[in-house]
């Protein structure tokens, strides 16, 4: 289809396309020399393309305003250049009609239908991650009942930015250069009234002529991927359509975008745009995604059917009575039960794929609206009148009359579980970057969850999904920020991604047997699509958390009805992000701001556990504690880690052992030597977080080498080729190049050793490749291949007993920001001065600080001297196995602890003073007194403290067989001792 439709064979005059057009004639004068110049076309091609370009198209008057001559000239070259490419290579039906594609801008001239808009838009999208953009709904070529869409797509340039951020300097520059005075103070209120906002900020107005409707939506550039075409789709859903668009990049990371509709005064109709430009600002990518794309589902709708299939994705299980009776006959053979788990496992998720319950959902559009609409009488704040009752009968009665097979029946039914099970969520709140949800946690089945979590977080983002799972009211654990090197290992860690939290959770709840606090985790899986948006995912994390802590709320309708409180540490991928996280618990309001993160920067008061060695105090002290009753010297011993001198807990491992390190493998690869690493070479490396790549190899003795994960067919000092270095590094642990005498992990997925790969770490005589183990990595190796090796003639300390140092450190973090006031804790705790920052040797000059970190780490040290010597005299005298004499000593503490919590001994004020400050680092009650102390910090957490620290005291002084005599015992010689 030609663009340029001739009206009449008379060539018209400069004058006669003037009196018409926004342009005037000097203007108009200069456009045709500047078409005449390129020498491209006839003059009677020019004139007929100026009155067409000019007067026919119904381009908006703004366009003239705002567009230089040149670059309007540019934009007919371009067109024309599109127009002989479409008539020589023909579009498809339904395609572009003409487009011109640069390094540096684009045009896109289609019809205006919204199939083709959108399709138009996610091309650019695609093609174009960064973009200004400015479109116009024109004229049609042949009558002027059709319509077109012309795209100017333009790369965006920024100024080179010194210091602060202003609206000036950090506009885009073309957009700044061009945009009428007018427009340049709307954009600048929007930048201003924007620029803290998390969440996207929508302005809307009508225009000075009073014919359009202006919408104003300002995001985070992170968020802002496909904004346009889902906006369109927005529109579409309500048989809509924009005269304008307009995007505007800025440098600070915001992204302006303009739409322009027919005027409208229906405030319920922008109400419900308003309402769904922020769900589908953090729609993610699915499948399903199409019912919105092609209307058959609203946005409130498609966001809802996302979460449920992400639930019903993780939580569907099936087998469970089978698995039950088959695992009963095999109890006596942990290998067969193993394989076992994993074939139940594996018939589940092939079962239950996302591909699956995608399938089913696409098929059931109108059941997905009937459970959104008992999700709806359950959760919208502004319904008077509630019928959930009526909403979920009608569901289940159409669970019947749609699911053909048990497996529709699980995959509907999952929709009615989640509806029972939400306890609130921010589905309604104008105002968030993520959908959360509370849900009630009785719904996990007890054979693959024995133990029923207190709490469970379950979020969905554009970037990601999480959970937050914790075992008791007030609980901490770290944030687990989780990537994927592959799409196969995407899919994997997607299907059991939960499983993994839980497992950390649980273990979690194990570690923190010392502390007031119970075991908690959480987990934020990226999607495959977004592994470079982990800072933003994590934010949009923390935020949907707070969403439904910051209660009451009006938009928020809260059937669980208390207040919650959650601590949150560091982990994989996080500890860079704790003091944001700190900091916009602060702006956000949360009254336990202070203690919402742990780990966080010195600068905030925090005690990184990095920067003291903390979670490998622990490890390496149950370490210390098996040498010593083997009469072992540390410097003697070998030793293989897994977790390289990059990260926390494998570089402090190196700083302060002082054994013959053999073996490592970190996120590079692996390393070797059977003499040992250059001790200085290593330490190195740790003292600079590198990983073993930038071990100079030319310090490795004649046996040693390095295999890097990138490199193929490597030839080893002994002939062996090896084929693939990222297949040696995921399984280096399971050859014999592991040997060593003590194994730490100190980094490494959950599960690398398990029932059914630790028969590899048995040589041909049977012996295992290690003689002693501390487990420094959560879940790294399961329970059944503990045993084994334990049966083997291991001494294995696990991790729910070695590695509790962190938590231990994170948990006093949070004490001394709840018994100091601000002005405390600002002059005691916040180290202000950079240099004393930069280097931890010059601390010693902030006495107190300096004096209650020291006494953390001390107390780390005799609580896993004391837990361990209660495992191992109970080892040595019944036999039973060290990882399962963990698990019991645990579970002990804590089930007194509970006991103890609601016990009435708490009313004995001799009792529970000499808990609490036998407790607490002794330099703080020095400083403010036992007595301030009491005053400040909160009741329930005073009782955890109280309940905790008697318990664990008195399982680790009397030991597992302990009576009630023991206990009488016990609370008598704490009523004579002194405070």
């Not at 809802?304 to 088959?326: D, M, P, R």
């Not at 958390?545 to 996080?574: A, C, H, Q, R, S």
């Not at 070797?672 to 930038?694: S, V």
Request: with cysteine; hydrophobic share 35%.
């Amino acid at each position: 289809m030609a663009t340029t439709q001739k009206n009449s064979t008379k060539v018209p005059e400069l004058k006669e396309i003037a009196a018409k057009a926004k342009l005037g004639l000097k203007e108009i004068e200069k456009l045709e020399n500047l078409l005449n110049e390129s020498g491209n076309y006839a003059q009677e091609t020019i004139r007929q393309t100026l009155q067409w370009y000019l007067n026919n198209l119904g381009l908006h008057e703004y366009y003239f305003q705002t567009t230089a001559v040149e670059e309007i000239a540019k934009h007919i070259e371009s067109i024309k250049a599109a127009e002989i490419i479409s008539q020589n290579f023909p579009q498809e039906k339904g395609g572009i009609n003409l487009k011109q594609e640069l390094a540096d801008r684009a045009i896109y001239m289609i019809d205006d239908y919204p199939e083709r808009a959108v399709d138009t838009e996610r091309a650019f999208e695609a093609k174009y991650p960064a973009y200004r953009l400015e479109c116009y709904r024109t004229s049609g070529m042949t009558n002027k009942k059709s319509h077109m869409r012309i795209y100017f797509v333009y790369t965006p340039k920024f100024k080179n930015v010194k210091g602060d951020f202003t609206y000036e300097n950090s506009c885009e520059i073309g957009f700044f250069e061009t945009a009428q005075p007018e427009t340049q103070k709307r954009y600048k209120n929007v930048w201003e009234k924007s620029a803290s906002w998390a969440t996207p900020y929508v302005d809307v107005s009508n225009t000075t002529d009073g014919n359009e409707t202006r919408i104003m939506v300002s995001l985070n550039t992170d968020s802002s991927e496909t904004f346009i075409s889902k906006f369109s789709d927005v529109l579409s859903t309500y048989n809509l359509y924009t005269n304008r668009k307009f995007v505007v990049p800025f440098a600070n990371g915001k992204t302006i975008y303009s739409f322009y509709i027919n005027k409208t005064n229906d405030k319920e109709l922008i109400s419900n745009i308003v309402e769904d430009i922020t769900l589908v600002a953090i729609l993610p990518k699915s499948k399903i995604n199409q019912l919105f794309y092609n209307n058959t589902l609203n946005a409130q709708q498609m966001l809802y059917a996302v979460s449920v299939s992400e639930y019903a994705h993780q939580f569907l299980t099936s087998h469970n009575e089978e698995y039950v009776s088959i695992s009963k006959a095999l109890k006596d053979q942990p290998e067969l039960i193993g394989k076992l788990g994993t074939l139940k496992t594996s018939l589940v998720k092939d079962t239950f794929t996302r591909a699956k319950i995608s399938d089913v959902l696409m098929n059931n559009p109108e059941f997905i609206k009937a459970a959104y609409n008992a999700f709806h009488e359950k959760f919208n704040p502004e319904l008077k009148k509630r019928d959930y009752e009526k909403a979920n009968q009608k569901l289940a009665e159409l669970v019947k009359t749609h699911a053909v097979n048990e497996v529709e029946i699980a995959i509907l039914n999952s929709f009615i579980t989640f509806n029972n099970h939400v306890l609130k969520t921010n589905f309604y709140k104008t105002e968030k970057v993520s959908l959360a949800y509370r849900l009630n946690p009785t719904f996990l089945n007890k054979v693959d969850y024995p133990d029923t979590p207190f709490g469970l977080f379950f979020l969905v983002g554009k970037e990601f999904i999480g959970y937050h799972i914790r075992f008791r009211d007030i609980a901490r654990g770290g944030i687990r920020l989780v990537k994927s090197r592959t799409y196969e290992d995407f899919e994997f860690k997607a299907d059991f991604i939960f499983d993994e939290n839980y497992g950390l959770a649980h273990t979690q709840q194990r570690k923190n047997k010392d502390i007031p606090e119970g075991g908690s985790k959480g987990t934020v899986l990226l999607n495959w699509q977004s592994q470079d948006k982990a800072e933003p995912a994590f934010k949009k994390y923390i935020d949907g958390v707070l969403d439904l802590l910051l209660l009451p709320n009006k938009e928020v309708v809260d059937y669980y009805g208390k207040e919650e409180i959650l601590f949150l540490g560091p982990d994989e991928n996080t500890a860079e992000v704790m003091l944001w996280a700190c900091e916009r618990a602060h702006y956000r309001g949360y009254k336990f701001w202070k203690a919402f993160t742990t780990g966080k920067d010195v600068s905030i008061g925090g005690i990184p556990h990095d920067r003291y060695g903390m979670t490998t105090r622990g490890v390496h002290e149950m370490a210390l504690q098996i040498l010593a009753k083997h009469g072992i010297k540390e410097e003697s011993v070998t030793k293989f880690m897994t977790g390289g001198p990059d990260g926390d807990l494998g570089s402090n491992e190196i700083l302060i052992s002082k054994d013959k390190t053999t073996g490592i493998v970190d996120g590079s690869g692996v390393m070797y030597d059977p003499n040992g690493f250059d001790r200085k070479e290593l330490t190195r490396l740790a003292k600079e977080r590198k990983m073993i790549c930038h071990f100079d190899v030319s310090k490795l003795s004649k046996g040693g080498f390095r295999v890097l994960i990138e490199e193929k067919d490597v030839k080893l000092p002994n002939g062996e080729i090896i084929a693939n270095g990222e297949t040696f590094r995921n399984t280096f642990h399971l050859t014999k190049y592991a040997k060593a005498d003590l194994f730490v992990p100190c980094g490494g997925r959950p599960r690398a050793i398990n029932i059914n790969n630790c028969s590899q770490l048995f040589d041909a005589e049977g012996k295992p490749f290690w003689k002693f183990i501390s487990e420094g990595a959560n879940l790294f190796i399961t329970q059944e291949a503990r045993l084994r090796l334990e049966e083997k003639g291991v001494v294995l300390v696990k991790d729910a007993s070695a590695n509790k140092g962190g938590v231990t450190s994170s948990s006093f973090e949070v004490f001394s920001s709840l018994a100091l006031d601000d002005k405390q804790y600002q002059e005691l705790m916040m180290i202000t001065d950079k240099n004393i920052a930069k280097d931890v040797t010059k601390e010693s000059t902030m006495k107190f600080r300096s004096a209650y970190v020291d006494q953390i780490i001390e107390k780390i040290k005799v609580n896993a001297h004391l837990e361990f010597e209660a495992m191992w005299r109970e080892n040595q005298r019944t036999k039973t196995p060290m990882a399962i004499l963990s698990d019991v000593l645990s579970n002990k503490i804590n089930e007194i602890t509970d006991a103890l919590r609601e016990s009435s001994l708490y009313e004995d004020e001799h009792i529970w003073k000499y808990a609490i400050k036998n407790h607490c680092p002794a330099v703080i009650v020095k400083e403010i007194g036992l007595e301030t102390i009491l005053k400040r910090v909160p009741m329930n957490y005073l009782r955890a403290i109280f309940a905790t620290n008697l318990a664990s005291r008195y399982i680790y002084e009397n030991g597992l067989n302990a009576n009630e005599v023991d206990f009488f015992k016990y609370i008598e010689a704490i009523k004579k001792a002194k405070i």
